[in-house]
């Protein structure tokens, strides 16, 4: 996958984790990375709708 705006870095995110007490390697954060990419490229904000009443 190639996202132009990749602003976490993979030791990063390993750093994260670990504060959280999620133990990584670098493959399984590199996945991790690229599921959180994918999810908010495909995000759509809900959209209001607007109801008229009678």
Do not use: C, H, W
Not at 3 to 28: C, R, T, W
Not at 35 to 44: C, G, I, P, Q
């Amino acid at each position: 996958m190639n996202f132009i705006d990749k602003n976490v870095s993979v030791e990063q995110a390993i750093i994260i984790l670990s504060k959280n007490g999620i133990q990584v390697n670098e493959k399984e954060a590199k996945i991790i990375l690229e599921l959180l990419y994918l999810v908010s490229k495909n995000y759509n904000k809900p959209r209001v709708k607007k109801t008229t009443y009678p």
